[in-house]
C-alpha cells in the first residue's frame, strides 16, 4: 500500500525556518517525481515545488523561489522540503505528493500544518 | 504563474450532470495534454479524478469525465450523488512550473 505521511509542521515566528519530511512506503520511491503542494486555511490548493526521481531537476513556484528547497534521500525513501524566510502567507497545511501518472499527482499525505505567526 | 479560472461554485441535482470549466492560456492548459482534475472533502487530501484530459484512474467512476477545448478544460460530473459535494481542482503542467485552478465548490442541491 502507497503511503506518504508528514512531518515538521509547527508555529514559527515570520523570518525563521523550518524542515517538513515526507516518508514515502510501499512503492520504489527513487522512480518517481515527487511535489510539495499547499493550502492555505479556507483557500485552494496551490503547488509549491517538485523534484525529479534522480534529484537533478527541481522547481519552485515564484512566490517561494529563493526561500524554500525541495530535496529528497532515495535511500532513506524521504522528500524534504527547507523553508526559510517564512513568512505569514506561507501559513498552511503542507501536502506531500507523489507524481505516479503523466503530470499528475496520484497519491497524496495526510499534509502537516505549518503557522508562521509571532 | 496566474492561477488557471474556475467558476467558484457549481451546483445541480441528484441524477443530473454538472460541468466545471477551467480556463487557463496556451502557456497551460491549452499548451499540453496534462491537465488532471482532484477532488477534496473538506479535511481530507485531494483525490485524482481525472488526468491527461480525459482518462481514469482505477477506482473513479465512469461518471467522472473530461475533456478539453483549446486553452479551456471542463470536467463533467454525470447522475450526480450525493457524495460527490466536494471542491474540484484542475491542475496543469506548465513546462517550468505546475498550476492549480482556483477551485469550484460543487453543491447537490
Known amino acids: 500500500e502507497v503511503q506518504l505521511v508528514e512531518s515538521g509542521g509547527g508555529l514559527v515566528q515570520p523570518g525563521g525556518s523550518l524542515r517538513l519530511s515526507c516518508a514515502a512506503s510501499g512503492f520504489t520511491f527513487s522512480t518517481y517525481w515527487m511535489h510539495w503542494v499547499r493550502q492555505a486555511p479556507g483557500k485552494g490548493l496551490v503547488w509549491v515545488s517538485r523534484?525529479?526521481?534522480?534529484?537533478?531537476?527541481?522547481d519552485y513556484a515564484d512566490s517561494v523561489k529563493g526561500r524554500f528547497t525541495i530535496s529528497r534521500d532515495n535511500a532513506k525513501n524521504t522528500l524534504y522540503l527547507q523553508m526559510n524566510s517564512l513568512r505569514a502567507e506561507d501559513t498552511a497545511v503542507y501536502y506531500c505528493?507523489?507524481?505516479?501518472?503523466?503530470?499528475?499527482?496520484?497519491?497524496w499525505g495526510q499534509g502537516t500544518l505549518v503557522t508562521v505567526s509571532s | 504563474q496566474s492561477a488557471l479560472t474556475q467558476p467558484p461554485s457549481a451546483s445541480g441535482s441528484p441524477g443530473q450532470s454538472v460541468t466545471i470549466s477551467c480556463t487557463g492560456t496556451s502557456s497551460d492548459v491549452g499548451g499540453y495534454n496534462y491537465v488532471s482534475w482532484y477532488q477534496q472533502h473538506p479535511g481530507k487530501a485531494p483525490k485524482l479524478m481525472i488526468y491527461?484530459?480525459?482518462k481514469r484512474p482505477s477506482g473513479v467512476p465512469d461518471r467522472f469525465s473530461g475533456s478539453k477545448s483549446g486553452n479551456t478544460a471542463s470536467l463533467t460530473v454525470s447522475g450526480l450523488q450525493a457524495e460527490d459535494e466536494a471542491d474540484y481542482y484542475c491542475y496543469s503542467y506548465a513546462g517550468s512550473n505546475n498550476l492549480f485552478g482556483g477551485g469550484t465548490k460543487l453543491t447537490v442541491l
Open positions: 505528493a507523489r507524481a505516479g501518472l503523466p503530470a499528475s499527482n496520484d497519491y
Open positions: 491527461e484530459v480525459s
Open positions: 523534484i525529479n526521481s534522480d534529484r537533478s531537476s527541481t
